[in-house]
């Protein structure tokens, strides 16, 4: 598994080194865990950050694609949690600087994990994005997280993310 997620991370971040534009973004990130069983459903959510890069290559006028590798950080009461996640987003311009995004998106947990907990985790991520110039830009999304984490019989669980942040392209 890791040697997957070092393979897709590496062609992710090969992308981004030859796009059109590339550069860095980060921000706040907010982890969503969700659980189902039994007629009952709980969610928590934990805060940090992320850090990463992006690609932005040019389909046409309106429209770009944009891979991204993000490291994501979370804390709470002294524990830390620490994920890896892919997005590849389709990027439509809906006027020059105001952009809706969507795509699936990869994640991994990178922390120890239980017998049982599926560390791969497979979304789709939606949002908004804002280009200042031609360097600044701000992102706002939300992914939807689509497998389940455990195996457990009628038990599903699963990570959505939210994310507001702020990137640079060179």
């Known amino acids: 598994m890791k040697k997957l997620l070092l393979s897709i991370a590496m062609f992710t971040f090969a992308l981004t080194v030859s796009a059109q534009d590339y550069g860095v973004i980060g921000g706040f990130n907010n982890t969503i865990a969700k659980a189902s069983g039994g007629g009952i459903t709980a969610s928590d959510g934990i805060s940090g950050l992320f850090v990463g890069f992006f690609g932005d290559f040019e389909v046409s006028e309106k429209f770009n694609i944009q891979p991204e590798v993000h490291y994501i950080a979370v804390f709470r009461d002294g524990d830390s949690g620490n994920a890896i996640a892919l997005p ?83």
């Open 88 to 170: 590849v987003l389709a990027k439509y311009y809906v006027s020059e600087q105001f952009s809706v995004q969507a795509g699936p998106m990869i994640d991994v947990i990178l922390d120890e994990a239980p017998d049982g907990f599926n560390t791969f985790g497979f979304g789709i991520a939606g949002g908004v994005g804002y280009d200042f110039d031609d360097h600044f830009m701000a992102t706002a999304r939300y992914s939807f997280g689509l497998s389940n984490r455990v195996e457990i019989a009628n038990v599903t669980t699963g990570y959505d993310y939210f994310q507001v942040g702020l990137g640079y392209k060179f």
